[in-house]
């Protein structure tokens, strides 16, 4: 199964031309591994953890910034993704079917593949969102200092990867107090408060933020800007351009055509919420362990449904709750059915469940980059590819002098500053208008100024789904490039 799973997201990986957020990613793991500081940037970059994490992974396996590709990047999300399974698979002590099921349909299925591939902060933090949702649990079963300590250090953590962790730390808070009755919690609350718990959680937690928000204890003014995020990213949850309806989620994995392509997980979707409906209604004899793992991607599901702001990647942690309480629903059917017919039924269905999902995995695979493709998001087209390519055929014409390249538009064309990160003769404007004559000139299609047309050929490629890019090249370097074909 893990060996499956990982070597889906490796066909994915290699199939995917980067995303523009996972361009803006690898440009600041760059930064960080060519001079070795990074500086946390509140307006629209995330936590620093990704980069500091990818840089030591790098530097011990030997990798160099000029080695990054779109496999070595992708490497620790897809590590975190097989640690994901493995710690899922490691609960099977206490919930051992339910756990290896859930476990199966988390290593077969699309969105945990695509986005276990991804070189953006999701995958590794869904991992420490369910380390800390255990260590939380773990604490408030049993109170002591160094539980406390713990779940100072992965709260620390996890605010250090994703700005997000404030909505997940309310889920995580939400679905204890759904595990445990009212009574304990109040006696809970009585044993947390206590002093060495109190100053071991927070003294924790502080320590790892100063540490990763201070670039290793060097900056310390960037402990500010960590703070000003959450006033950023508040904003920019109300839609900022990515507004979408309340089902939107759900609506991704509904069954629909896409220009002739059919998507759907419909068997898979009723198996989830039948195993949380099992779930609470069996709440009394389920084992808690399981019962929060179910839960707390329900509560993710909500409160990310509730917000305007909505990408597809956001649902990871919720879809490994979902992908739990399908495997308990199967889990319920065949413990309270003994009759042999319908343990046969039961399994024909979770098998035909699980075959549908890795069959879907495959169609996105074969889809990685293609819009029709409803798990992705404005994801770079693979014509995008051809540009790079240009720019790398002409710049090879005089490989001693670089081309002096000029790039323009709100967001620079990306992922194209990340392949272009070596030439230091590239120069990125916001206003076009003001764009220099340069040997070759990239912005927004209908962007660039119409003088260029008597110094410069143009050329036009696709970015994403309804971006287009023009390439002005000039005229004479055109005709040198012609003459190598």
């Known amino acids: 199964m893990i060996v499956c799973g990982l070597t889906l997201r490796i066909e994915n990986a290699q199939a995917r031309i980067l995303h523009s957020d996972e361009a803006v990613q690898a440009y600041q793991l760059w930064e960080l591994m060519e001079a070795g500081e990074y500086r946390y940037d509140p307006e629209d970059k995330h936590g620093p953890l990704l980069y500091y994490f990818t840089a030591a992974l790098n530097k011990g396996l030997g990798i160099e910034s000029s080695e990054l590709d779109r496999i070595t990047l992708r490497l620790l999300p897809m590590i975190a993704s097989v640690g ?14 339910t756990t290896l099921l859930g476990s199966a349909f988390v290593a077969l299925s699309p969105l945990p593949v695509i986005y276990g591939a991804y070189f953006v ?32 250090l992965w709260t620390g953590v996890f605010f250090a990867t994703k700005e997000t962790a404030i909505i997940h730390v309310a889920g995580i808070a939400l679905t204890v107090l759904i595990a445990f009755p009212p009574s304990r919690i109040l006696d809970s609350w009585r044993s947390a408060a206590r002093f060495p718990n109190l100053a071991a959680g927070f003294g924790s937690f502080a320590l790892i933020w100063i540490f990763f928000y201070s670039g290793g204890f060097k900056d310390f003014g960037q402990l500010g800007d960590s703070f000003k995020a959450f006033i950023n990213y508040a904003e920019r949850s109300q839609g900022a351009g990515h507004e979408k309806p309340f089902f939107y989620y759900l609506s991704i994995m509904w069954p629909h055509t896409a220009e002739g392509v059919r998507w759907g997980e419909a068997l898979f979707l009723f198996l989830s919420f039948a195993g949380l409906i099992a779930a609470l209604a069996d ?11 179910i839960v707390y991607g329900y509560i993710c599901l909500l409160l990310y449904s509730i917000i305007p702001y909505k990408t597809p990647w956001l649902i990871l942690t919720s879809y490994v709750s979902l992908a739990l309480a399908a495997g308990y629903a199967v889990r319920f059917l065949l413990v309270r059915y003994t009759n042999g017919w319908i343990r046969v039924l039961v399994s024909g269905v979770f098998l035909y469940c699980l075959y549908g999902q890795y069959e879907l995995t495959k169609l996105t695979n074969r889809y990685a980059a293609d819009a029709r493709n409803p ?4 994801h770079t087209s693979p014509q995008f590819q051809k540009l790079v390519d240009r720019i790398a055929d002409l710049e090879a014409l005089d490989p001693e002098n670089r081309l002096s390249i000029a790039v323009g538009g709100d967001d620079n064309a990306w992922p194209l500053p990340w392949f272009l990160r070596d030439n230091a003769t590239v120069g990125y404007w916001a206003n076009l208008s003001e764009t220099p004559a340069l040997d070759i000139v990239v912005g927004p299609a209908g962007t660039l100024p119409a003088a260029l047309s008597s110094t410069h050929i143009a050329e036009y490629h696709g970015l ?8 002005w090249i000039r005229n004479e370097l055109w005709e040198a490039f012609m003459e190598t074909r």
Request: aromatic share 16%; charged share 15%; proline share 1%.
């Open 283 to 293: 709440r009394r004899s389920l084992d808690p362990r399981l019962q929060i793992g």
């Open 84 to 97: 994901l399974l493995l710690f899922l698979l490691a609960l099977m002590r206490a919930t051992s079917l």
């Open 121 to 152: 902060q999701e995958a590794l933090f869904v991992l420490i969102g369910f380390f800390l949702l255990y260590s939380y649990f773990n604490f408030w079963d049993r109170q002591t200092a160094i539980r406390a300590a713990i779940v100072g």
């Open 375 to 378: 798990y992705i998001y404005q």
């Open 464 to 471: 994403r789904e309804n971006v287009l890019l023009e390439c």
